[in-house]
């Protein structure tokens, strides 16, 4: 079946601009993971959701971080004002469920001039 | 915070030659993911340790879980140029109340034919 899809899968904007990335997990997976992965380095948790509870916020870097998803859908991750900082390959993952295998889409990679 | 660290962060081998990197957890874990990067992609999924002292093979892949659950490994008998990658463990906190997993610092293998 498809994997996890995420879009767009390059983005290049100006320093200050608001960028918004997509993560379409695969169906019927209830956990989602955001990661930030800048250039050689690990992955850095960002957020996560499980179903309908509150979601774990507590690796946004900053509250121009956010993150949105509806029920056991699709996802969005927004970056308010960015900075050259946040130059990074960014990460979805789902999985089954709590606890179980992640399945990674192949990332957005956004730079930011 | 929890932190995961791997050792070592680079490992050059000769085709042929055994590798191992070690994973180490600033808390115990619930339990521990391993996932393999190859250059340009995606992580991947390779096996996960739930039990105190539990070992797993996969062909020449063993993975082991330490006693106190704090600490894992990944060894590759006779490596092949096709494991060239990046290894990542991702462990659990069994405190941390949520699902979120911490990626380790990750062990970038070369293997020269």
């Known amino acids: 079946g498809a994997g996890v899809s995420q879009s767009p899968s390059n983005k290049v904007t100006e320093k200050g601009k608001d960028v918004e990335l997509r993560c379409d997990p695969i169906s019927g997976h209830t956990a989602l993971y955001w990661y930030r992965q800048r250039l050689g380095q690990g992955l850095e948790f960002l957020i996560y959701f499980q179903g309908n509870s509150a979601p774990d916020k507590s690796g946004l870097p900053s509250d121009r971080f956010s993150a949105e998803r509806t029920g056991e859908s699709v996802s969005t991750l927004t970056i308010q004002r960015t900075q050259q900082e946040d130059s990074a390959v960014y990460l979805c993952?789902?999985?089954?469920?709590?606890?179980?295998?992640?399945?990674f889409g192949d990332g957005t990679r956004l730079s930011i001039l | 915070g929890q932190q995961v660290m791997q050792i070592p962060q680079y490992q050059h081998v000769q085709e042929g030659e055994d590798f191992t990197t070690y994973c180490n957890s600033s808390t115990t874990l619930s339990n521990i993911q391993w996932y393999k990067q190859r250059p340009g992609g995606h992580p991947v999924f390779l096996i996960q340790?739930?039990?105190?002292?539990e070992v797993k093979k996969q062909k020449r892949l063993t993975f082991q879980f330490g006693e106190a659950k704090k600490n894992s490994s990944l060894h590759i008998t006779a490596t092949q140029t096709t494991d060239v990658g990046t290894y990542f463990c991702?462990?659990?906190?069994?405190?941390?109340?949520?699902?979120?997993?911490?990626f380790g610092t990750g062990t970038r293998l070369k293997v020269l034919a």
């Open positions: 991702a462990g659990r906190g069994i405190a941390s109340g949520t699902y979120k997993y911490i």
């Open positions: 993952a789902s999985s089954p469920g709590i606890g179980q295998p992640q399945h």
């Open positions: 340790l739930v039990k105190s002292g």
